[in-house]
């Protein structure tokens, strides 16, 4: 079940990566912080922001974007800099990559990373179900 956040656990959740969220997904993550996405003919769980505003959204928001990104980070070929921000539950993930022209920031374009092939190829994503 999706809800809202904050502006406070979005920064956070920035700083802990250590890159800006694209605007497109801030917007959905402060409104409806995770819930489904649909991208490439699939439903994908998005990564909440970790809340820690009372114990409901501690438990919901455990697994929050830093901590998925972690992990995704330890299967072979995850691309180093990319932070995962949604799960199939297969092992694939969506996942944003550093904007060249700034990699302080995380650009627009969302991918699907394969856990078999290590690919990572451009999807649109629709927002809202």
């Known amino acids: ?59 919901r928001t455990a697994n929050h974007i830093v901590r998925e990104t972690a992990q995704a980070r330890e299967w072979p070929a995850f691309p180093v800099a990319a932070v995962a921000i949604a799960s199939n539950g297969t092992g694939d993930y969506l996942i944003l990559e550093p904007a060249k022209e700034d990699p302080r920031r995380l650009a627009d374009q969302v991918l699907q990373w394969v856990h078999e092939t290590g690919s990572a190829t451009p999807v649109d994503v629709t927002w809202s179900i």
């Open 1 to 59: 079940m999706a809800f809202p956040t904050t502006e406070e656990f979005l920064r956070r959740a920035e700083e802990n990566l250590g890159v800006a969220l694209p605007p497109a997904i801030r917007t959905r993550l402060r409104e409806e912080n995770g819930g489904e996405i649909e991208a490439a003919g699939d439903v994908w769980e998005l990564f909440p922001v970790q809340d820690s505003s009372d114990r409901k959204r501690i438990s």
